[in-house]
């Protein structure tokens, strides 16, 4: 459905000329340097899937999701989505998309939401009675009613950014391109969009690709992740078994009747120790979490537990602080 | 087809409805304009009254000014600004995600944001003076319909000269049009405050290797009887040559915009 084949984007940047000669000569011809936001990116993605796209700022997301859409073309490689070279048949290429950019607004400012709603009918050419029911379905489950006919101008960035949501999705693409939609909004706007995004997906078996640096969202939305740092892919796959893979470590604080405990699991380390508390760390990959609290459940009896797991969000950082190698 | 149309009324009905959201300030903007038209009109009271000097009457005059004004009522607006406003802070994004040409969306846009000031103000302010002082119509339908379809072609050859202007104020910051007096240019050579028959033959001469003549100036002046339908083929056929030009010259300047900053951030 989506082909992406050694995929590169090349950006000239140009360095501002300094000094009168300098600006003279720059008429003509400018210095630059070669940037490069994407470097030989594949993957393929089938219909209905849900792909977390997920890296650092400046990791190439919003570049790559560019060239989805058919804004900017690839320096190298090929794309291709439902078939169509993007980038070479831009219009038909939209009529199959949809795309929320986080930061953008698709509204009419002056206007209530409502009247884009229209314009997007017409731009579309959506039948009536599917725009009509998508009206009413996105209405209810985005929660719009209260501000869909108030001018976008009033609006909070949440209601905004629900808006928007909406409208991408009122022609039923086949295919949706959601860069960082949560970005600065509050709980209850990303659980509604969440919501919103697993819905559609359920229902009209949309492929979704979000952007986004709320690993919740990718918890809760995604089955795959696409991990990319630099312009270069290091992880394509399954989110849990990424999970497994470079997670794994969980943290359990353990308290127990007795008055001295003693840990002598070899596969379980220390990190704190009080006469009937005790905190100790350890990864699934040796010990699964199951049978640590069970080793103590069989010689203590245990009258509190907590359990800390180590987080998307935490993996993810120690990968991009270097403190977890990938493997390729 | 029927689809397309729906989505151009739609754009432009969506411009002129945004137009009437702040209609107090829509309401000044326009009326501040109609000014322009009625000092002139009294200026041409004041010299010709009830006679001809020049070889121009007064009736002729009336009728030059109140079609130079609605015609420049229809493209009062700048898509040029809004397109360097959306290039610059890469909102142009969310317009190239969609299935619309983006010169002729921000059009007809345009197109329905000036229609409030032509139907609201000018045209009353006109159809008043009309009353008043009559107005000059063309004996024949030819004349009419050649005059209605050059000045149709002299809107989009302005369209698209404003348009380049917004696409160059891109590199240079400033939009030439309005920060480097090329609106006073404009206004000399289109001959849009004084007729160009009624400039000296040096200026009236140098003013047919511009542009600006053949936006409103030719089909007025064809018009109220100051050309001829021979003449005006001529200027039919050089405004068609300007359309090419300025089309052609929009469609490198908007290649060169979009390739150097496209689509920044976000
Ligand atoms: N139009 C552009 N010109 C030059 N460099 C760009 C342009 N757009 C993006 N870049 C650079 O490419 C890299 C990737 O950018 P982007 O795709 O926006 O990252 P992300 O969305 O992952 O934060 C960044 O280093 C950015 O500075
Ligand atoms: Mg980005």
């Known amino acids: ?328 | 087809m029927k689809m397309k149309a729906q989505y151009y009324f739609t754009a432009i009905r969506l411009g002129l409805k945004s137009k009437t959201i702040y209609r107090a300030s829509a309401w000044i903007g326009s009326v501040t304009g109609i000014f322009g038209l009625l000092i002139q009109v009294a200026i041409w009271y004041a010299l010709l009254g009830a006679g001809a000097r020049f070889d121009t009457t007064f009736q002729t005059m009336l009728t030059f000014s109140i079609l130079m004004q609605l015609s420049n009522a229809f493209v009062a607006t700048f898509s040029g600004d809004a397109i360097s406003r959306l290039i610059r802070n890469g909102d142009i994004a969310i317009y190239m995600a969609r299935p619309i040409k983006l010169k002729q969306h921000l059009f007809l846009g345009d197109f329905g944001r000036n229609l409030f000031a032509v139907f609201l103000v000018n045209l009353p302010v006109c159809i008043i003076l009309i009353l008043f002082y009559g107005f000059t119509i063309p004996p024949d339908w030819r004349t009419i319909a050649i005059s209605i379809i050059m000045l149709i072609n002299g809107m989009i050859i302005l369209f698209h000269y404003r348009y380049i202007l917004g696409l160059v104020s891109f590199w240079l910051i400033q939009n030439p049009f309005t920060s480097w007096g090329f609106q006073n240019v404009e206004s000399i050579f289109s001959g849009r405050v004084l007729p160009i028959w009624l400039y000296p033959v040096w200026l009236a001469d140098l003013t047919q290797y511009l542009p600006f003549r053949y936006f409103f100036y030719e089909p007025i002046a064809l018009f109220v009887g100051k050309s001829t339908l021979g003449n005006s083929m001529n200027s039919l056929l050089i405004q068609c040559i300007w359309l090419v030009i300025f089309v052609a010259l929009e469609k490198i300047a908007s290649h060169f915009a979009l390739r150097k900053l496209i689509v920044q951030g976000g």
């Open chain 1, 1 to 328: 459905m989506i082909e992406v084949n050694n995929v590169s984007k090349e950006f000239k940047v140009y360095t501002r000329p300094s000094g009168f000669i300098n600006t003279v000569k720059s008429a003509f011809w400018r210095e630059h340097k070669i940037k490069r936001a994407v470097t030989n990116i594949c993957f393929n993605i089938e219909p209905g899937e849900l792909v977390g796209y997920v890296g650092p700022n400046g990791a190439g997301k919003s570049t790559t999701i560019k060239m989805l859409s058919g804004i900017l073309t690839p320096s190298a490689g090929d794309i291709r989505v439902l078939g169509i070279v993007p980038y070479k048949q831009r219009m038909k290429n939209a009529k199959n998309i949809g795309v929320v950019f986080g930061q953008r607004s698709q509204l009419y400012w002056d206007l209530p939401v409502r009247d884009s709603f229209v314009l997007h009918e017409k731009m579309y050419d959506i039948p009536k009675p599917i725009f009509k029911d998508n009206v009413k379905l996105f209405t209810e489950i985005l929660q719009m009613e209260e501000f869909i006919d108030q001018p976008v101008r009033q609006l909070s960035l949440g209601q905004k950014m629900r808006a928007n949501l909406a409208i991408a999705l009122l022609h039923n693409p086949p295919v949706i391109y959601l860069d960082e939609p949560t970005v600065g909004l509050d709980i209850v706007a990303k659980a509604a969009i969440r919501e919103f995004i697993k819905e559609i997906n359920k229902m009209q078996k949309t492929t979704v690709i979000i952007t986004t640096h709320d690993m919740t969202d990718i918890e809760e939305i995604c089955q795959r992740l696409i991990l990319i740092d630099k312009g270069q892919l290091y992880y394509d796959g399954d989110l849990h078994f990424f999970k497994q893979q470079y997670g794994g470590d969980y943290v359990i604080t353990i308290q127990v009747k007795s008055n001295s405990i003693n840990p002598q699991h070899p596969m379980l380390s220390v990190v704190e120790k009080e006469a009937n508390r005790i905190v100790i760390k350890g990864n699934s990959a040796e010990l699964s979490l199951v049978d640590a609290i069970d080793f103590y459940n069989r010689n203590y009896e245990i009258i509190d537990i907590g359990i800390k797991e180590s987080s998307i969000e935490s993996i993810l950082r120690d990968i991009y602080t270097g403190s977890i190698q990938m493997q390729q």
